[in-house]
T-cell receptor, first 114, second 109 residues
Framework: DVKVTQSSRYLVKRTGEKVFLECVQDMDHENMFWYRQDPGLGLRLIYFSYDVKMKEKGDIPEGYSVSREKKERFSLILESASTNQTSMYLC?????????????FGPGTRLTVT | GQNIDQPTEMTATEGAIVQINCTYQTSGFNGLFWYQQHAGEAPTFLSYNVLDGLEEKGRFSSFLSRSKGYSYLLLKELQMKDSASYLCAVLSNDYKLSFGAGTTVTVRA
């Protein structure tokens, strides 16, 4: 089984702080994704990456950046945290192998910005 | 872009059947996923449909009609542990998943 881990389950930060959310996967999957999940809105894609040093904007990239220096690690960065970034953040990984498009999710990080 | 609709909530009795519908409008389609998510946990994979028809997997079945932009997830012989949120997601040609808001299913004794 693919295992996706995230650095923290719960995080509390102050407005204006720089925040790093780390995600690591152990199955050598090419694709990695960052989502945020809010009640009534479902999961929304922030950024994704197809390979090392590659990144693509998702549907809601504003206020976020990402880094993928190694294949197994995908970091989400909040340059200056704001209260509207309080949310559950989920990382996922998937392979590009044919007929194997399933995304495997990490346990999530619940971020509160005060 | 993608527009994915599913009901917000459904309630059913233990042992019964529930059908969760999902309609979508998409600019590129490479399959449809259903995920289950228990409160406070990560989504877990249930099913993947790329061709029209019904896929059965134990108590869970998923149906797809590409021409109608429609799918459903059928949960049979409901158990209390099936109380969860069920997420419909469409895979686009560039491997991006777009999710519906999710359907919260409550199973009552």
């Amino acid at each position: 089984d693919v295992k996706v881990t995230q650095s923290s389950r719960y995080l509390v930060k102050r407005t204006g702080e720089k925040v790093f959310l780390e995600c690591v996967q152990d199955m050598d999957h090419e694709n990695m994704f960052w989502y945020r999940q809010d009640p009534g809105l479902g999961l929304r894609l922030i950024y994704f990456s197809y390979d090392v040093k590659m990144k693509e904007k998702g549907d809601i990239p504003e206020g976020y950046s990402v880094s993928r220096e190694k294949k197994e690690r995908f970091s989400l960065i909040l340059e200056s945290a704001s209260t509207n970034q309080t949310s559950m953040y989920l990382c996922a990984a998937s392979t590009r192998a044919v007929f194997s498009y399933e995304q495997y999710f990490g346990p999530g990080t619940r971020l509160t910005v005060t | 872009g993608q527009n994915i609709d599913q009901p917000t909530e459904m309630t059913a009795t233990e042992g019964a059947i529930v059908q969760i519908n999902c309609t979508y409008q998409t600019s590129g389609f490479n399959g449809l996923f259903w995920y289950q998510q228990h409160a406070g946990e990560a989504p877990t994979f249930l099913s993947y449909n790329v061709l029209d028809g019904l896929e059965e997997k134990g108590r869970f079945s998923s149906f797809l009609s590409r021409s109608k932009g429609y799918s459903y997830l059928l949960l049979k012989e409901l158990q209390m542990k099936d109380s969860a949120s069920y997420l419909c997601a469409v895979l686009s040609n560039d491997y991006k998943l777009s999710f519906g808001a999710g359907t919260t299913v409550t199973v009552r004794a």
